[in-house]
Structure formats: C-alpha cells, structure tokens
C-alpha cells in the first residue's frame, strides 16, 4: 500500500535539495587572493567594501551560507526576512517584516538597506540575496500614498485570482527599488544578484519584482492588470491616481532591459522548482515508486489543477506503484470567509473529486500539496495530505468536505479531520510540489468518462 509517510519524506528531500546551505557553497569562493560569485571573480586586493543585502524568506539562511564562506572580507550587510525566520548572524544584520501584506516594518527596513547602499564606489560590490518574499518584505511607498493603501491593493490581488507576474507588475510600479531600481541606488557598485526562483519559468524580471534586473512593463499595463480583475473601484484612490499619473509621464517608467544601468549588475539563478522535483523523483525511485512528471509548470487556479491531477492518479496504467509529480504555483479566486492556502485548497479541492466520483476509500491515493517554503497562505501549515486512512475517519465522522472547499476554509477542515502538513520555516521558497502516490493499476477504478468536476 501507498502511504502519506512515503509522500512525506518525498516532499522532504524536495526541500533539503533547494537549502541555501547546500546550493551557496557552490557559487561563492574565496583564497588569499581573489573571491568567486557566481562566475565572477574579483582580486582581493582590487575589492572595496562587500556589502551583503537580500529579502525573501530564504534571505537569513543564505546570508548565513555567505558569512561561512566570505566572511573575512564582509563590509556589512542587512537582510529582511518573514517573521519568525530570523536566524543568528554574524556581520549581516537580519530584520523581520509582514509576509504576503506588507507592513511598516518592511519599510523601515528597506529605507536601513537604501541607507547601507548610498555612498558606495566604483569599487565596492554589492551582493544581493533574493528569494520568494522578498515583494512584500522590501517594501517602499510611493509619495502621496500611504502604506494602508499599498495593504489594501495586495490583499485585493491576493484574492482575485491574480498570479505573480500581474502581481508584481503593479508592485514595480509602486516602488522606488523594484523592476531595476535596486541597481539605481546601488550605482556606482557592482552588484551581484543570487536568486532562488519562486515564479513558473523563472523570468528574473518577475522574481522578487526583478529588484536588479531590467523591467519591460509599464504604467498601462498596471492599470490593465486592475481593470482585468474589475478592480478599478475597489483599488484606494492614492493608487489610482499614482499609476494614471504615471501613465500621463509624471513618473519615470522603470529602467528597460538593455539600459546602461545594468551594466555592473549581474544576476544568476542558483535554486529552482526542477531541482526539486528532480530531487523529488530519486527519492521516490530510490523507494520502489515509478516516476511521473504530470506538469513542472503547474499554474492557473487551484481547484481545476486538482481536477486534473486526480485524473493522471487514475488514468495510471502502470505495473509499478507510481510517484506523479507536478511543480509549480496555482491561484485561488477567495469567495468565502474561511482559512486556508492553495495548497490546502488543492488537496481539499482532489479529496472532493474523489468522493464524487465514488471511489473506494480502499482505492484512494495518496495526494500531497506543499510549499517548499513551509508556509501556505497565512497559515501555519506548508500544505496537506490526504489517504486512505483519512478518507475512512471522514466517512466516519461525516464532516462534509465540499462545505469547507466553498468557505475556502481548508485549514479548519484540516484541522479537524487531520492532514496538515506542519514543518515550520523552511529557510528556502521554490513554490510548491504536488506529490501523488498510487498502487498497481489492477487496484484502480476507471476514470468515468464524463468525470464529476467541482
């Protein structure tokens, strides 16, 4: 039999793959003479100061990861990270702020960060860590807006349905250190980006709002992106009225790829969601599991995505028990009142399919949605499972599973009927793995052809 402890310790060495402590060591170097990032290398003797800055909930644990192997030639350093994911540092100064809706101590922290960049020169070298977070934990306001504004407009995308890059777009274009700004303020320095990718594709320009990195949105397409989620009313006036004069030429549009701003800039990729599903699939084969990759560019809404996973789990045909794997991010349109993260929704959302579709408890998968960053919505919990032996305490306790799926309220279900996948801060964020594990296809009802959906 497949078990939830199986899919467990797979969704654990997908994370333990993408830890700032194994994937650092191998970007930075340093001997008497000369310091390695990435694939460059500068002359000790040529460095002026080293100043190490980040933002993301995986930005301690990477300037840990630095300070083991640069730490002799760190100027200073600032790093904001998610409360609670704080860790001990010794020359880089480690803050904490709101995550996903920013607050007040982000932008605290930012303005301490810009403070540590201004004054540099043509020598000196910034390294900047960047991971999943770090839009709302680097966090500025525009003038004539205030920062409850700024709150309100991302708890609207956070709840319309909205993915990361439309997101990030309006976030550029309410800051002053996003979409390439960064680099501005950093200028004369030489800046070093290393970026664990929490977005599909891992475009650098979406990463993190691209801090570094050049930026070919607009002012318009802002506007475009609220208009799309018919938010025009609801987005707070100081808001509105930023982008319209931005539209207008009153502001500058962010720096364009191509622009002789980034001419000292260079940004490399170090983590990503495939090497953790390709951590994911040995762990499993190393288990007995015959591996499949359903999709390692899971995106669009949560409850659909569920759907479609459930059917690869009983469309399998195999002679082997099978691992299906998918990577990746969904959204969720929030209509009810409850609590809950999409990856809670996703496995509320298949455990639904399931039982409308009548399939045994005895035949049931098992079906595991988790972030890698161990945090799923505003939540204490990095996902859920479910099994066999869940679905048999439900069928036994009654508790009506569709009911909390419409209150977008799986964290409650959860709660009670067990399946909360609680790990804490993981110190690492490359979206999430979607784990199925399913036994020898003679045990497996066949997929109705016209299949209930939710």
């Excluded at 200073?76 to 609670?84: A, E, M, P």
């Excluded at 934990?137 to 439309?166: F, K, N, R």
């Excluded at 699939?281 to 599991?289: I, Q």
Aim: charged share 20%; hydrophobic share 45%.
């Amino acid at each position: 039999m497949v078990t939830a402890g199986d899919a467990i310790e797979i969704y654990k060495s997908a994370v333990a793959a993408v830890q700032p402590a194994v994937l650092m060591p191998g970007v930075l170097e340093m001997d008497e003479e000369s310091v390695r990032i990435g694939e460059l290398v500068f002359k000790r003797e040529d460095l002026g100061r080293l100043v190490v800055i980040g933002a993301g909930k995986a930005s301690a644990a990477m300037a840990g990861a630095v300070e083991k192997v640069l730490g002799e030639v760190i100027h200073s350093g600032l790093v904001i990270t998610k409360y609670g994911h704080a860790l001990p540092l010794q020359k880089i100064i480690c803050l904490e702020a709101a995550h996903p809706v920013p607050d007040e101590n982000g932008v605290l922290a930012t303005g301490r960060m810009l403070e540590l960049l201004s004054g540099l020169s043509g020598q000196d070298v910034v390294l900047f860590l960047v991971s999943g977070g770090a839009s709302a934990l680097m966090t500025d306001v525009p003038p004539g807006v205030q920062l409850e504004e700024v709150q309100q407009l991302v708890q609207l995308l956070l709840s319309c349905g909205a993915d990361i890059s439309e997101m990030n777009t309006i976030r550029k274009h309410l800051s002053q250190v996003k979409g390439g700004q960064l680099s501005r303020a950093a200028a004369p320095a030489t800046v070093v980006s290393l970026i664990l990718s929490d977005v599909n594709g891992d475009p650098l320009s979406v990463i993190a709002s691209g801090p570094t990195v050049g930026d070919a949105s607009t002012f318009s397409e802002a506007i475009d992106i609220i208009d799309k989620y018919r938010l025009r009313d609801r987005v707070p006036l100081g808001i509105m009225d930023w982008l319209k004069a931005g539209v207008a030429g009153t502001h500058a549009e962010t720096p364009v790829p191509g622009d002789p701003l980034f001419d000292k800039t260079h940004n490399f990729l170090i983590g990503t969601n495939k090497i953790s599903l390709a951590a994911a699939s040995a762990h499993a084969e190393s288990l007995g599991y015959c591996v499949h990759i359903v999709d390692d560019h899971l995106s669009g809404d949560a409850e659909k995505e569920a759907v479609r996973f459930v059917d690869a789990c009983q469309l399998y045909d195999g002679h082997r028990p099978a691992c299906l794997l998918m990577g990746g991010e969904t959204t969720v349109v929030v209509k009810g009142n409850g609590k809950g993260g999409r990856n809670q929704h996703f496995v509320l959302a298949a455990l639904c399919v399931l039982q409308s579709r009548g399939v045994a408890i005895t035949e049931y998968p098992v079906i595991l949605s988790g972030g890698t960053d161990g945090s799923d919505g505003p939540t204490d919990a990095a996902g859920a499972v479910i099994d066999a032996s869940l679905a048999a305490a439900l069928a036994a306790s009654g508790i009506d599973a569709r009911k909390y799926l419409l209150n977008n309220d799986a964290y409650h279900f959860f709660e009670q009927a067990g399946g909360l996948l609680k790990t804490g801060p993981t110190q690492t964020n490359v979206m999430d793995v979607v784990i199925g594990l399913v036994w020898l296809n003679s045990h497996l009802r066949p997929l109705p052809h016209h299949s209930p959906d939710l």
